[in-house]
């Protein structure tokens, strides 16, 4: 069955940080990968999506994530946060048009 | 547009009850899911639907029951409430044939005691 990681559970940054956010599935087929954002009290907002092609992808809000097969990791990452950024984040992966798996989520807060 | 919307956002239920949260879209998705939230543990599918009348299990669907009768409702049932139930329940859809769930509800905080 697939599953996925995520590294960290809790990640505090302050403002102007870089940040990476660490991701690894177990599926060694093709995979379709997703982050996604639930800021506090929210509903959940699809970042990025990576399908096939370029593997480093470009999202919203400035976020990318890159694919890397051999690693199987997706991680996600910011060149400099803003306390805006704080929030929970979730990796998540399927195979093609089959049902999607969710990491257990990264708590992310940025200090001002 | 409302979007993806969800009834109760809040509800207490003893153990034993049963009750029907709602969930309905007006972007005339073909496809929606349930999902449900517990620390730790991410998001977790329960039923899943690829059009009206269409609907099939995910990961974690014991105790709860699903239909799809139209392209904008999709119910979810949970017929006799258990602790292990409190959670936070999520619905979501998707327009397209790929099924990325774009679209979430603000969902329903359940607590069963």
């Known amino acids: 069955a697939q599953s996925v990681s995520q590294h960290n559970h809790h990640v505090i940054l302050s403002e102007a940080a870089s940040l990476e956010l660490g991701c690894n599935y177990s599926?060694?087929?093709?995979?379709?990968l997703f982050w996604y954002v639930q800021y506090p009290g929210q509903h959940l907002q699809l970042l990025l999506k990576y399908f096939s092609g370029d593997p480093l992808v470009k999202g919203i809000k400035g976020f990318e994530a890159e694919f890397i097969k051999s690693k199987f990791s997706f991680n996600l990452r910011k060149p400099s946060v803003q306390w805006s950024d704080t929030a929970e984040y979730f990796c998540a992966v399927r195979k093609p048009y089959d049902k999607v798996i969710f990491g257990p989520g990264t708590s992310l807060s940025v200090i001002p | 547009n409302a979007g993806v919307t969800q009834t109760p956002k809040f509800q207490v239920l003893k153990t034993g009850q049963s009750m029907t949260l709602q969930c309905a879209q007006d972007m005339n998705h073909e496809y929606m899911s349930w999902y449900r939230q517990d620390p730790g543990m991410g998001l977790r599918l329960i039923h899943y639907s690829v059009g009206a009348g269409i609907t099939d299990q995910g990961e974690v669907p014991n105790g709860y029951n699903v239909s799809r009768s139209t392209t904008e409702d999709f119910p979810l049932r949970l017929l006799s409430a258990a602790p292990s139930q409190t959670s936070v329940y999520f619905c979501?859809?998707?327009?397209?044939?790929?099924?990325?769930?774009?679209?979430f509800g603000p969902g329903t905080r359940l607590t069963v005691t």
């Open positions: 979501a859809s998707s327009l397209s044939r790929d099924r990325v769930w774009q679209y």
């Open positions: 599926y060694g087929g093709t995979v379709n």
